[in-house]
């Protein structure tokens, strides 16, 4: 990938991504919210840093005709800033919307933007999907996340459905436990799922390392944690023991409170 944009780059997995591409000669651009955290990481990489807000359409219109001004084109757009809320069905409404913003309009957004101008171009273009596992199963503790993440996941499928004959290349990053703040900071200390997830967490490197393998191919899912896939197939076949299973796991983390 010759020209990348990686979105919620300031940190964790998106900026592990920007670095990784970077190291293989790609140019790229850093967008975050957090404008010094996006800078940051563009001086490592001797990339550009556009701070933008991944829920603002305006913002996400900005970033992508200035990417196409510097860039000339984009080979490569990472739609991966995300938001995790603990709670259950009482988190409040700001909330939901916040996590429904950045978890899901943010991809609608980017393609809102990019489809005019990738859709039947001479050259496959490719759109990463920083989902989650959450999306193929569920995060006990986070409603908002699981929900959303669900509803980013389908919006990633529709798109690689309508849109594959035409030159667009969908994949989805599904992780489970990575090393970043979503995982070791207050919000994923509330989860209830964090102490089972940094269990076989990987670092952000580790993950940006086989995103870059699995861009040589056009899986749809990309799983760093590959028994995801068997979770994702008994869930799919036998949701009743699935869903047992959980609710086991659920009533584990309130006795050990």
């Known amino acids: 990938m010759k020209r990348v944009v990686v979105t919620g780059a300031g940190g964790g997995i998106g900026a592990a991504l920007a670095r990784r591409f970077a190291a293989d000669g790609a140019r790229v651009i850093v967008s975050d919210l957090n ?45 991966n800033a995300g938001v995790l809320s603990p709670g259950d069905e009482n988190t409040p409404d700001r909330l939901w919307e916040r996590d429904y913003g950045v978890n899901v ?9 990019l489809l005019p101008r990738w859709l039947d171009s001479a050259t496959p273009k490719r759109l990463l999907v920083t989902v989650s596992a959450a ?61 089972l997830l940094a269990e076989g967490a990987l670092e952000p490197a580790a993950v940006a390392d086989l995103v870059a393998r699995s861009l040589d191919g056009t899986g749809f899912l990309i ?28 009533r584990g983390f309130e006795a050990a409170r």
């Open 135 to 195: 999306g193929l199963l569920t995060l006990l503790g986070s409603a908002s996340y699981s929900v959303t993440k669900h509803a980013a996941l389908a919006y990633a499928e529709w798109l690689r459905a309508t849109y594959a004959h035409r030159g667009l290349v969908v994949q989805a990053l599904c992780p489970q436990g990575v090393r970043t703040d979503m995982l070791t900071g207050d919000d994923a200390r509330g989860s209830g799922s964090a102490a």
């Open 35 to 79: 404008a010094d955290a996006a800078s940051a990481v563009a001086a490592d990489i001797g990339g550009l840093a556009i701070t933008a807000d991944a829920a603002s359409e305006a913002d996400t219109r900005r970033l992508v005709d200035a990417a196409f001004s510097e860039l000339g084109d984009i080979d490569l757009f990472c739609s």
């Open 105 to 113: 309009l943010s991809h609608v957004y980017v393609t809102r933007a």
């Open 223 to 250: 799983l760093p944690h590959p028994e995801v896939a068997d979770y994702y197939r008994l869930r799919a076949t036998d949701p009743d023991r699935w869903l047992g299973g959980m609710n086991k796991m659920q």
